[in-house]
């Protein structure tokens, strides 16, 4: 079944020390997104790839930063995580965004926990 | 810009009883809207979409939403509820040349046996 992969499912962190997420698709789309979502929130937009063009939003802070190497792979970079940083982090994918119809479908997520 | 309200962020409701979980939102352009499911420590499964067309739309497990233009809603709902249905609940808006999804607070249905 084609589908959106994150790995690890659950990660653990010191305060500072830095931590990379994965993400896989096997959809072939275009776009992948990076979402942050804390306890009993709705999910928060970090940035997106449209192909290899990076988009951030405005209010991301720098301490993350994304790569995507191909089609396939994402990874959310945190370079020095804190306290405030422990949330889920889900990936998802849509084939394009020149419609505002393109569903994202979301990975399971990665549980990051900050010590 | 683009928001959306949903009514409630707990809604308990008995196993068999109708579930109901209530989304109104707000768009200046005609809006596409989506209700996600997300269980425990899982990432959000789409459970319907409205983009154009028939107003009522059909998802998963039996759930279906209604767009009422005229009352800026997109209720969610399923006759019968299951255990099974216990999860959080996201509405979720987009429009226009927005392709990004706004979402909902979040609502929290609990079933009862």
């Known amino acids: 079944d084609a589908m959106v992969i994150q790995n690890p499912r659950y990660q653990v962190t010191q305060f500072g020390k830095p931590v990379t997420l994965s993400c896989s698709q096997t959809?072939?789309?275009?776009?992948m997104y990076w979402y942050q979502q804390k306890s009993s929130q709705a999910p928060k937009l970090l940035f997106h790839?449209?192909?290899?063009?990076?988009?951030n939003e405005a209010d991301t802070p720098d301490n993350f930063q994304s790569r995507r190497p191909n089609t396939s792979f994402c990874f959310l970079d945190i370079r020095s995580p804190g306290l405030g940083d422990a949330a889920m982090y889900l990936c998802?994918?849509?084939?394009?965004?020149?419609?505002?119809?393109?569903?994202?479908?979301f990975g399971p997520g990665t549980r990051l926990t900050v010590l | 810009a683009q928001s959306v309200t949903q009514l409630g962020s707990h809604v308990s409701v008995s196993e068999g009883a109708l579930v109901l979980l209530r989304c109104n939102y707000s768009?200046?352009?005609?809006?596409?809207l989506f209700w996600y499911v997300q269980y425990p420590n899982q990432g959000l499964q789409l459970l319907l979409k409205?983009?154009?067309?028939?107003?009522l739309v059909k998802g998963i497990n039996g759930f279906e939403a209604e767009f009422k233009k005229s009352e800026t809603s997109f209720h969610l709902t399923k006759p019968s509820a299951h255990m099974s249905d216990a999860a959080e609940y996201f509405c979720?808006?987009?429009?226009?040349?927005?392709?990004?999804?706004?979402f909902g607070k979040g609502t929290l249905l609990t079933v009862n046996p």
């Open positions: 768009s200046s352009v005609p809006p596409y």
């Open positions: 998802a994918t849509s084939r394009d965004t020149g419609s505002s119809t393109d569903t994202q479908y």
């Open positions: 959809l072939n789309h275009n776009v």
């Open positions: 979720a808006v987009s429009g226009g040349s927005n392709y990004k999804l706004t």
């Open positions: 409205y983009t154009t067309g028939a107003t």
């Open positions: 790839y449209y192909d290899k063009d990076f988009n």
